[in-house]
C-alpha cells in the first residue's frame, strides 16, 4: 500500500511527537534506548513523516569525517509497510551526500542475536543497499551484538 505521508525537516517542536512514536516500538526501542534516543533527537539532524499533520516517522543523522551515519530511524506501527521508512532513509541519504558524505553506515543489533524484530531491521537495511562492514560483540545486554552495515553514496548528478 502507498503512503501519503509528507516528509519534512524535523524541528525541536517535533521531539515529543518522535518520542510518541519511539514508544510504541518497545520491540526495537528498550528504556536505555530511549534514553539515549531522547538526548540524541536534540543533537543530530532528522526529518519527520506525516500523515494528516500527525508526526508517525522519523529519521535522524550525523556525519563524521564524510562518513554519513543514520541516529535512529522508527515508523509507527500501523503504518509499518508502507514505504515510510524507505523514504526517509532516502531523504537522509540525499541530505548527507548533499553534505559531502560518499558513504552512510548504520548500527544496529547484530545476527547472533535470533530476534524477530531485529530480522527484520536487517532486512530493511540490506533491502535499501547496505552491506556488511563490522560486527562487534558487546557488554551491552541490551545489545550484545552491534553490527555495523555500509552503503555507498553515489555523487550528486553533475559532480
Known amino acids: 500500500m ?3 505521508a509528507q516528509l519534512r525537516p524535523m524541528t525541536p517542536d517535533d521531539l515529543a511527537a518522535a518520542m510518541t512514536v519511539a514508544r510504541s516500538l518497545p520491540e ?3 528504556d536505555g534506548g530511549i534514553e539515549q534516543m531522547t538526548v540524541d533527537l536534540c543533537h543530530q539532524r532528522g526529518a519527520v513523516a506525516e500523515v494528516d499533520h500527525d508526526v508517525v516517522g522519523f529519521i ?3 556525519s563524521r569525517a564524510g562518513v554519513g ?4 530511524i522508527a515508523v509507527a506501527p500501523d503504518h509499518h509497510r508502507r514505504g515510510i521508512g524507505a523514504r ?3 531523504y537522509a ?3 548527507l551526500r548533499r553534505s559531502g558524505a560518499t558513504e552512510v553506515q548504520v548500527e544496529t543489533l547484530g545476527e547472533s542475536v535470533d530476534y524477530e524484530p531485529y530480522e527484520r531491521t536487517r532486512a530493511f537495511y540490506r533491502a535499501a543497499g547496505f552491506c556488511y562492514f563490522k560486527s562487534v560483540m558487546t557488554d551491552n545486554p541490551g545489545m550484545p ?3 555495523t552495515l555500509q552503503k555507498s553514496l553515489s555523487p550528486l548528478l553533475g559532480d
Open 69 to 72: 551515519e543514520i541516529g535512529w
Open 28 to 30: 526495537w526501542f528498550n
Open 93 to 95: 541519504e540525499d541530505r
Open 145 to 147: 551484538e552491534s553490527l
Open 2 to 4: 502507498a503512503d501519503s
Open 88 to 90: 526517509l532513509l532516502e
Open 60 to 62: 535522524t543523522w550525523f
